[in-house]
């Protein structure tokens, strides 16, 4: 449902109402489908780095570390915070 209420949302302003309507709106879907598979290709990619960076030791234990501070800055902020 989201995909259909985006194109129905998005695509009329590109489509020129003089021209034909199918091609346009076919162009806008296949160009659409082509960048929505290829960025998710490389999250893909993205993520299979990743994967092997956050099982070694050092990646982990970076991860772990950066948490930690981030949850350490964010109680020091409720802390301090006035209501």
Known sequence: PKAIFFFLSVFPQFIEP???YWPQFLMLVLSYSALVV???C???LGAQ???R???SERGGRLVNRSAAL?????GA???LARR
């Open 53 to 55: 960076w956050l099982a």
């Open 18 to 20: 003089s021209q034909a």
């Open 70 to 74: 981030t949850f350490m800055g964010f």
């Open 42 to 44: 490389a999250y893909a």
């Open 49 to 51: 780095g990743a994967r």
């Open 77 to 79: 902020a409720l802390a």
């Open 38 to 40: 290829l960025i998710h």
